[in-house]
């Protein structure tokens, strides 16, 4: 059985453990939080010393996932511009050995019945790069839809264009 538990600081280890490669970093979102390699001592300054760099105090909810063997999944919560009713997930990431058995699809689950029913969120969303259709079909899974972007935004990683799906739920929407 999965639950949801606050991070700590030494969930920083299992995270940095889950993004060793510079692909894996670089898809999590990684080259917002700095270059890669990405260590453990970085995410938790970052976490715990620079609220996940968050422009707003006190608006960066870092999660983890775990069952009886400890740690599986992790991501984040943030309000978008001090509107206490949209919720943006991010950072999420599963231990790449549990990846393809349902694991991230019942961490968004989780974390999205806590926006919805404890947190009282009208909508969350989230990005993804075209890059990473797994992330994108996971997220499709848990309900998720594609956001019309006018102008989406691109940036060029490791000499690639990867451009950023924004992708929403609203708690009309959401199935528990």
């Not at 707003?56 to 740690?71: L, R, S």
């Amino acid at each position: 059985m999965l639950r949801l538990r606050q991070y700590k600081s030494e969930d920083s280890v299992k995270i940095a453990e889950w993004l060793s490669d510079k692909r894996s970093y670089n898809t999590w979102g990684g080259t917002i939080i700095g270059e890669y390699p990405l260590t453990a001592e970085l995410i938790n300054d970052k976490y715990m010393n620079e609220n996940g760099l968050c422009e707003e105090p006190d608006n960066f909810y870092p999660w983890i996932a775990f069952d009886e063997n400890g740690p599986v999944g992790h991501f984040i919560m943030r309000y978008l511009h001090g509107d206490n009713k949209c919720l943006r997930f991010g950072w999420v990431v599963v231990d790449p050995k549990l990846r393809g058995k349902g694991y991230g699809k019942e961490m968004l689950r989780l974390g999205l019945k806590y926006a919805f029913e404890i947190l009282g969120v009208d909508s969350v969303n989230l990005g993804v790069y075209d890059i990473n259709p797994d992330a994108y079909h996971c997220y499709k899974a848990v309900g998720f839809t594609e956001v019309d972007m006018d102008n989406p935004i691109s940036y060029d990683i490791d000499g690639e264009k990867w451009t950023i799906i924004e992708m929403e739920i609203t708690k009309e929407a959401y199935n528990e």
